[in-house]
């Protein structure tokens, strides 16, 4: 009997093994990934003191803002600029998305310092706690989260995905996009030619295409479309994956993505995720008048190709997708 | 002694137990996506025939439900074109630029067309899109420009050289918006001279499509240069032309300004005007359209019906008639073709 039960322990516990050196990656990762305090960076007004609003119920909408930024070697880990600032608000009672581009080029005052930039210099000056505050005291919405994404993980996690379908909504031609992914100089070029209508891309390309600018009039604005479309196409593939895909995802992540959730909060938010279509998201992005001045000002406001915000508009838009109440 | 080598074993098959259902959780993770190439699959449906497909840089011809893979030197290789006396246009590209060349039918080089590269890093260029005027003796192609006073100002252009001596100047067939646009691409070579190609642009009417949406129309010139009609609207956001054989119709792919999902419709056209768009095959993302031999289906390329983030596969669909609709059909599975290269499709 006692030998019995001696076997069927340590068949048991051999399993229990497997399943744990199976999941390792995704154990570690998980926990590399989340629950990292909101503070501030190396940048010239790192912040200590957490800034993101409490989440009382499980029904509560929540807003997460999701930065997304080179993480090569132009820039000291953890003072990169942010090239994306998405605003996510996630409604679990009405289980609806907002995604809402806030343009990197915005002249904005940088958290409290009373001192002005763009807005993607908020995450290199003070972490993630001064980009929250400063779209927060901007945009006057209330932040729960924050994502940050390397957009170096994003490639991998496409990779992992076998590629995304897009619809390239016109050509997009670049012969000055940053090279700086590989190679030894960050500040090497590269040309680029994404061809229009759908298609499948890998990692590289999905890459290039949500980060060139350059072609395109709308610059930034254009570059904030297609984040979000990409976004969406992201998780269409990731419907597919299962639990056993998970530690490569995870190892893939690696150092390229952080937040401030718990792992709990992650895993709750995923069902909400999965069963999103695309009709459940609505995806806001600012062009031209009247949120922002006739252009870029070429000599800018203090800086060069700022865009000047009309918060008056501006605010009008955000209090009817975040709604306070 | 008795007792230990029986403990050693349970250990031993233990250990093994815990590896196993390891590589057990392995095998668990989701292939749905993986994809294989042609020659490891048959196709669904035989159409008659020959058909050229682009997948992974390489080029396969399928006849009676076998693929076969060319023998063209291991160049990345995409957006096939029938070119004169059974040749095949093939664009090769790298990472700076892309070239045009001549390919029989097996593979094999005919000749270079277009060489695209240079030593001087803005020298390079892109070439893309070839295709033949009817009477074989101009080649088309699309090709980008640069902005001299802007860098950042890099649009696609229809160019044209004489199919003899191609190295000759270009002649500029559509000078695109030259402002950030994405420019002009595909271009259908007319029997009566004229062009159609598709011309991208980005709305500047707060209305529909809104500010900031891009859009691809199709576009008519009938000499270099001209002032082009445009036969579609921003609204319907089409590219992708494909003319059928009898030159009366035209396939195309449309968004409808939905970045999400597109359709393929068919129009007709009287040599100057386009008819009402006519879907014959919606969602989730059909793309590059060819017409068979006798004009009376046409081929695509298209994820699964069921799962929009699938690998694009050969869809085909036959004309709607009076007494019965077109209803698509899938042609392969398994496979991940390259959907900005429309199929060849030969007698």
């Known amino acids: ?325 | 002694m008795r007792r230990v080598i029986p403990t050693v074993a349970v250990m031993a098959l233990m250990a093994v137990f815990g590896f196993a259902i390891y590589s057990m959780l392995g095998t668990l993770k989701s292939n749905r996506h993986n994809s294989q190439k042609p020659t490891q699959t048959k196709a669904l449906i035989d159409l008659p025939g020959t058909i050229y497909v682009v997948q992974d840089g390489s080029i396969y011809s399928l006849t009676n439900l076998t693929f076969t893979e060319l023998k063209a030197p291991s160049y990345d290789w995409v957006q096939v074109a029938p070119g004169p006396d059974g040749d095949i246009l093939a664009v090769a590209y790298s990472s700076m630029y892309s070239n045009v060349y001549l390919l029989s039918p097996q593979g094999q080089i005919v000749r270079q067309l277009l060489s695209e590269s240079s030593t001087q890093y803005f020298n390079n260029h892109w070439a893309y899109y070839p295709r033949v005027s009817p009477n074989g003796s101009t080649l088309f192609y699309a090709s980008d420009w640069v902005d001299p006073d802007s860098a950042y100002n890099v649009d696609f252009q229809i160019q044209a050289v004489p199919f003899s001596n191609t190295a000759t100047y270009p002649v500029i067939w559509s000078e695109s918006g030259l402002y950030y646009q994405g420019g002009d691409v595909e271009p259908i070579p007319l029997a009566n001279g004229a062009l159609i190609y598709t011309k991208y642009d980005i709305s500047d009417q707060p209305n529909t499509p809104q500010q900031g949406d891009t859009y691809g129309q199709l576009a008519y010139v009938s000499t270099p240069g001209a002032v082009p009609t445009l036969l579609t609207t921003p609204a319907e956001d089409c590219g992708e032309p494909a003319l059928s054989p009898n030159g009366t119709e035209i396939a195309m792919v449309c968004t409808q300004n939905t970045a999400q999902t597109t359709t393929l419709d068919v129009a007709s056209w009287n040599g100057t005007s386009l008819g009402t768009l006519v879907p014959i095959a919606s969602g989730p993302l059909p793309a590059s359209p060819t017409w068979s031999p006798n004009g009376k289906s046409v081929l695509y390329l298209n994820t699964l019906l069921t799962d929009k983030s699938s690998p694009f596969q050969l869809w085909w669909v036959p004309k709607a008639t009076s007494k019965k609709p077109g209803t698509p059909e899938q042609v392969t599975a398994g496979v991940n073709f390259t959907a900005t290269s429309a199929p060849i499709w030969t007698a």
């Not at chain 1, 960076?41 to 807003?63: E, L, M, R, Y």
């Not at chain 1, 997460?64 to 996510?88: P, R, W, Y």
């Not at chain 1, 958290?111 to 005291?137: C, F, H, L, M, P």
């Open chain 1, 1 to 325: 009997m006692l030998v019995a039960a001696l076997l069927v322990f340590g068949f048991g516990l051999s399993g229990v093994g497997g399943v744990v050196a199976y999941f390792l990656p995704a154990i570690t990762a998980a926990l590399n990934i989340t629950g990292h305090a909101t503070q501030g960076g190396t940048g010239k007004h790192p912040v200590a003191t957490p800034s993101t609003s409490p989440v009382t119920s499980s029904s509560q909408p929540i807003t997460v803002l999701l930065l997304g930024s080179d993480n090569d070697t132009k820039f000291e880990a953890d003072a990169v600029l942010t090239q994306t600032m998405i605003l996510v608000r996630i409604n679990p009672q009405t289980k609806s998305v907002v995604m809402f581009s806030i343009p990197r080029d915005l002249w904005v005052e940088i958290g409290d310092t009373q001192s002005y930039a763009k807005i993607d210099a908020a995450y290199s000056d003070g972490g993630a706690a001064e980009a929250i505050t400063t779209v927060q005291n901007n945009f006057h919405v209330a932040i729960n989260y924050w994502v940050w994404i390397g957009l170096g993980g994003l490639v991998h996690v496409v990779n992992d995905l076998h590629g995304v379908n897009i619809v390239a909504q016109m050509p997009i031609l670049d012969d000055e996009y940053p090279y700086d992914l590989s190679g030894n100089n960050p500040y090497e070029q590269a040309r680029v030619a994404i061809l229009p209508g759908p298609q499948r891309v890998a990692g590289v390309a999905a890459l290039e295409y949500v980060r060139s600018r350059h072609g395109d009039v709308l610059s930034d604005i254009a570059r904030s479309q297609k984040q979000q479309q990409l976004l969406l196409d992201i998780k269409a593939s990731a419907n597919d994956v299962g639990l056993a895909d998970v530690p490569n995802i995870a190892s893939s992540l690696g150092d390229s993505m952080k937040t401030d959730m718990s792992v709990t909060q992650v895993t709750s938010l995923l069902p909400l995720a999965k069963a999103l279509g695309n009709g459940d998201v609505h995806q806001v992005v600012m062009v031209g008048e009247p949120y922002f001045g006739s252009d870029y000002y070429p000599e800018g406001v203090g800086g060069p190709d700022a865009l000047q915000p009309n918060w008056s508009a501006i605010h009008g838009l955000v209090a009817q997708y975040f709604p306070t109440a």
